[in-house]
Nanobody, 120 residues
Framework: QVQFVESGGGLVQPGGSLRLSCAAS????????IGWFRQAPGKEREAVSC??????FYTDSVKGRFTISRNNAKNTLYLQMNSLKPEDTAIYYC???????????????WGQGTQVTVSS
């Protein structure tokens, strides 16, 4: 079973930066797409960013602030988060699928999530 572990979250002030990591806990497959998702209290889980075979996706609210990257050799996905805003506060998860445009339910191997809190 492939499972990912998210890390790098924490408490930061508005305008600060964090770098999230998503590492495989064991053997992993070379899936075509790996995405970052987040869920805030009282809200549905939403896609934040995804990197696939030939495309990269960012939700409008994070464009220009977040950068997604992957290191296949290390089986690790990263999300560099700059200029953080209070509305970025959420639990961040990573998951995999074949394509970034796959339905949400297609993504699997969810990690436990890492908490990001942006507050003064």
């Amino acid at each position: 079973q492939v499972q990912f572990v998210e890390s790098g979250g924490g408490l930061v002030q508005p305008g600060g930066s964090l770098r999230l990591s998503c590492a495989a806990s064991g053997f992993t497959l070379d899936y075509g797409a790996i995405g970052w998702f987040r869920q805030a209290p009282g809200k549905e889980r939403e896609a934040v960013s995804c990197i696939g075979r030939s495309d990269t996706f960012y939700t409008d609210s994070v464009k220009g602030r977040f950068t997604i990257s992957r290191n296949n050799a290390k089986n690790t996905l990263y999300l560099q988060m700059n200029s953080l805003k209070p509305e970025d506060t959420a639990i961040y998860y990573c998951a995999v699928s074949e394509n970034c445009w796959d339905p949400f339910d297609t993504f699997h191997s969810w990690g436990q999530g890492t908490q990001v809190t942006v507050s003064s």
